[in-house]
Each structure stands twice: as C-alpha cells, then as structure tokens.
C-alpha cells in the first residue's frame, strides 16, 4: 500500500509542477457594476454614461479596472504601456442588455469570445465611435439591422478603429447630438 500511496503523491505533485508553467485553467469571475467603479481613462463614474461598459482583471492584482466603454477596454490591450499580464477581460454583453443607456450590473462576456459591432451610427459612453459587443452573431446581426455597422472578432477589431479619433465615422455621419467631447 505505501508504495502505491508514494506513487499517487509523486504523480499528483508533477502533475501540480506542470501546471505551474501554463495560462491558469479558469479566468477570474466578472465583477458586478456598481456605483464605485470609475473609468481608468475618464476617471468619472462608469455607471454615468450609456453603452457597453468593460473591465480587465490582471493577474496579480483582484480587482477590475473599469472602462466607460467596450473601446476603451480593448485599447488598454493596444496601448504598449499598459500592463500585459490579464487574465481576463469582459465587456457588456448587449444582447443581454436591458437598454443602451443601462447595459446592465452583471451580463458581461469574454472579450475574446464576442463578437463585436463597428462603423454602426450609435456612438459610446464618451460621444465616441464604439465597439459594440455580443455573445452571439443574431443579436448582432439584429443591432446591425437598426444600426449599420460590421460584425468583427476580437481579434480583428481594427487598431486604427479602436485607438483612432474616434469622432467620426469613414461616411462622415455624426453622432446624434454631435461631438461636444473634444
């Protein structure tokens, strides 16, 4: 018996030892939107402007960094000076949404998962062209319908989109309101 028991502990600790090496098996549950968190690039309260909302987790540190928008959370990825070891980012899911102007506490989705809405005429929280994100294509598709715009993946979100001015769509359209932002 005590050779067997031996065996089972050695196993079990290289099977540990080579896990150690790897991405961690599962990401670290969203955190649900409340009135404390504040955008890392606005430094106002997410919860007051419309659209989808985002958040990443790093790696060593348990606790979200909020964004005010869907596009704001993947330019933290862009940007070369903002940290690099995430392990999570989620964005609203507004397929899920229960309206542009509340996105909603807790239907958040894996970034790299959704699917996400360019180039349509609705604008973010911030006045800015946004990144729409949604768990499925239907409920894109259904946004485009209304909206315009074009179905891209995470990894396909275009830089020149997600870091550009952001003010202005490629047919000149403008915001509804126009652009008191800057």
């Not at 290289?14 to 790897?22: D, H, I, S, T």
């Not at 999570?88 to 996105?103: F, L, N, Q, R, T």
């Not at 807790?106 to 998962?113: E, P, V």
Request: glycine share 10%; net charge negative; aromatic share 8%.
């Amino acid at each position: 018996m005590k050779p067997v028991h031996l065996a089972l502990i050695v196993a079990a600790s290289l099977a540990l030892a080579g896990c150690e090496n790897k991405e961690p098996a599962e990401m670290p549950a969203p955190y649900v939107l409340n009135q404390d968190a504040m955008g890392r690039y606005c430094g106002m309260n997410v919860l007051e402007h419309a659209g989808p909302k985002g958040q990443i987790i790093l790696e060593k540190i348990p606790e979200a960094i909020w964004f005010s928008s869907a596009r704001d959370t993947v330019a933290f990825t862009m940007l070369p000076d903002e940290p690099k070891e995430i392990a999570a980012i989620y964005v609203s899911d507004m397929g899920k949404a229960p309206s542009w102007e509340k996105p909603g506490a807790d239907n958040w989705i894996d970034a790299r998962k959704a699917v996400f809405v360019i180039d349509s005429r609705v604008r973010g929280g911030m006045g800015a062209e946004e990144a729409v994100p949604f768990s499925s294509e239907e409920a894109a598709q259904a946004f485009i319908a209304k909206n315009g715009g074009r179905i891209v993946s995470f990894a396909a979100l275009p830089e020149s989109y997600i870091l550009g001015a952001g003010d202005e769509s490629d047919d000149g359209a403008e915001a509804p309101g126009g652009h008191d932002h800057g």
